[in-house]
């Protein structure tokens, strides 16, 4: 293993790898550790990045999460710029681990990461293929002797929604949060992609929220972990569609971009934007961990694919 991860480390163009198990099918990407294309008997559940409308499938979102006010942070008297979402999702990783279903990606910090973001790190995303779908895991391993890390979490995966246009559309499809007991869920107001001062009340029935345009007129729908910790979505027409468990995570964001884009995202965050009125102080972020010399941490999701 050891011999391999040498090789792995020393490779710098991107690569795209394939993972299968069963009629289960997921492509990657090294270049931001992505997954590129999610596939059952050939139907693609994993929005396929159109440039004109969204460019990504599933980035990762690291070391921060949302955005920061004024894109810049401080910490110990510096000043850093550090743009939404974070760099890891620019990065090229290495392969470290690979087999018929399972991939492990890992990013390491550099002398470019260190000048906007001063702690050492070790970042692996861990994609295993399961009989229904897909577990994802991060681990975040600080390395540095005498530092505290300092870091947010997340994810960014889009589905095709509609799956198949050619019979349905964006309104064919419901969200379910998984109890019929749940009536409304208590969702953070977005202010220039920052986390406004009020919360607005999302209205439920019995659990369960149809899709509509409207819903996403002032950004993501984003809302606190606890109160349900997985939903599912899926075609009223056909029954196919997707679920994810997100119950290692403190919030999840709920988002589409515009009217008829063509998919959903579903993001599961240990990290929130700031607040419009943050101090700019990275360890008085709202949602920031950190891990002690030599500490690591996994959180992860699965999803459920149904066909």
Same mark, same amino acid.
């Given at each position: 293993?050891?011999?391999?991860?040498?090789?792995?480390?020393?490779?710098?163009?991107?690569?795209?790898?394939?993972?299968?198990?069963?009629?289960?099918?997921?492509?990657?990407?090294?270049?931001?550790?992505?997954?590129?294309?999610?596939?059952?008997?050939?139907?693609?559940?994993?929005?396929?990045?159109?440039?004109?409308?969204?460019?990504?499938?599933?980035?990762?979102?690291?070391?921060?999460?949302?955005?920061?006010?004024?894109?810049?942070?401080?910490?110990?008297?510096?000043?850093?710029?550090?743009?939404?979402?974070?760099?890891?999702?620019?990065?090229?990783?290495?392969?470290?681990?690979?087999?018929?279903?399972?991939?492990?990606?890992?990013?390491?910090?550099?002398?470019?990461?260190?000048?906007?973001?001063?702690?050492?790190?070790?970042?692996?995303?861990?994609?295993?293929?399961?009989?229904?779908?897909?577990?994802?895991?991060?681990?975040?391993?600080?390395?540095?002797?005498?530092?505290?890390?300092?870091?947010?979490?997340?994810?960014?995966?889009?589905?095709?929604?509609?799956?198949?246009?050619?019979? %349905?559309? &964006?309104?064919?499809?419901? /969200?379910? $949060?998984?109890?019929?007991a749940l009536d409304s869920? +208590? *969702?953070?107001?977005? =202010?220039?992609?920052?986390?406004?001062?009020?919360r607005e009340v999302l209205?439920?029935?019995?659990?369960?929220?149809?899709?509509?345009? %409207?819903? &996403?007129?002032?950004?993501? /729908?984003? $809302?606190?972990?606890?109160?349900t910790t997985s939903v +599912? *979505?899926?075609?009223? =027409?056909?029954?196919?569609?997707?679920?994810?468990?997100?119950?290692?995570?403190?919030?999840?964001?709920?988002?589409?971009?515009?009217?008829?884009?063509?998919?959903?995202?579903?993001?599961?965050?240990?990290?929130?934007?700031?607040?419009?009125?943050?101090?700019?102080?990275?360890?008085?972020?709202?949602?920031?961990?950190?891990?002690?010399?030599?500490?690591?941490?996994?959180?992860?999701?699965?999803?459920?694919?149904?066909?």
């Open positions: 293993m050891k011999k391999r991860y040498e090789l792995s480390c020393s490779m710098t163009a991107t690569q795209s790898l394939l993972l299968k198990k069963g009629p289960i099918e997921a492509r990657f990407s090294s270049l931001g550790a992505e997954c590129t294309g999610l596939r059952v008997r050939g139907l693609e559940y994993l929005w396929q990045a159109n440039p004109s409308i969204w460019g990504r499938h599933a980035p990762i979102l690291f070391p921060i999460v949302g955005r920061l006010r004024e894109d810049r942070y401080r910490y110990q008297g510096k000043t850093y710029p550090l743009s939404q979402h974070g760099f890891a999702r620019d990065r090229e990783f290495s392969v470290i681990e690979q087999s018929k279903d399972r991939l492990v990606f890992l990013l390491e910090s550099d002398d470019k990461s260190l000048s906007i973001y001063p702690f050492a790190f070790a970042l692996q995303i861990v994609y295993q293929l399961t009989d229904t779908g897909m577990r994802v895991a991060y681990r975040v391993s600080n390395p540095d002797p005498n530092r505290d890390l300092w870091y947010s979490i997340g994810a960014h995966p889009g589905f095709n929604c509609p799956l198949e246009p050619e019979i %349905e559309g &964006f309104e064919d499809y419901g /969200l379910d $949060f998984g109890s019929s869920l +208590s *969702v953070y107001t977005l =202010k220039n992609g920052l986390i406004g001062s009020k209205s439920l029935q019995e659990g369960k929220l149809d899709l509509r345009w %409207e819903l &996403f007129q002032n950004d993501a /729908l984003i $809302f606190d972990v606890g109160p +599912s *979505v899926r075609s009223q =027409k056909t029954g196919k569609g997707y679920a994810m468990d997100f119950g290692e995570f403190r919030w999840l964001g709920i988002w589409t971009k515009q009217q008829d884009a063509g998919f959903l995202c579903l993001e599961p965050w240990n990290g929130i934007a700031d607040a419009y009125d943050h101090d700019g102080l990275l360890q008085n972020k709202r949602g920031v961990d950190v891990l002690s010399p030599g500490e690591q941490r996994e959180v992860g999701f699965s999803l459920t694919l149904f066909d």
